[in-house]
Nanobody, 123 residues
Framework: VQLQASGGGLVQPGGSLRLSCAAS????????MGWFRQAPGKEREFVSAIDGSGGTTYYADSVKGRFTISRDNVKNTMYLQMNSLKPEDTAVYYC?????????????????WGKGTQVTVSS
């Protein structure tokens, strides 16, 4: 599976961004996908995930109520709508694939990773 993340940028606190992750290489709806992020000097952490059908979603407590994950199984693309952004959301955001739903959203269990997209929240 090949993944391409996009949509990052510089935004002021309280602003919004929408990240996209385009996938190719396997039947898109067969696998779960997730977003992770890594801030400078910190470990990569789970942000959000979604099952293959798009019917079940998961969020880290730090983003619950502010971020919304979704996917379009026709366009083979996953999205992360980020609202009410805070400076602590600044990080490189990565999308990843879990082929067999066995990762538990651990970075060590994800099967494929895209290159990240930088999100900077600053005034």
């Amino acid at each position: 599976v090949q993944l391409q993340a996009s949509g990052g940028g510089l935004v002021q606190p309280g602003g919004s961004l929408r990240l996209s992750c385009a996938a190719s290489g396997r039947t898109f709806s067969d696998y779960a996908m997730g977003w992770f992020r890594q801030a400078p000097g910190k470990e990569r952490e789970f942000v959000s995930a979604i099952d293959g059908s798009g019917g079940t979603t998961y969020y880290a407590d730090s983003v619950k109520g502010r971020f919304t994950i979704s996917r379009d199984n026709v366009k083979n693309t996953m999205y992360l709508q980020m609202n009410s952004l805070k400076p602590e959301d600044t990080a490189v955001y990565y999308c990843a694939v879990d082929l067999d739903y066995g990762s538990g959203w651990s970075i060590y269990g994800m099967d494929y990773w895209g290159k990240g997209t930088q999100v900077t929240v600053s005034s």
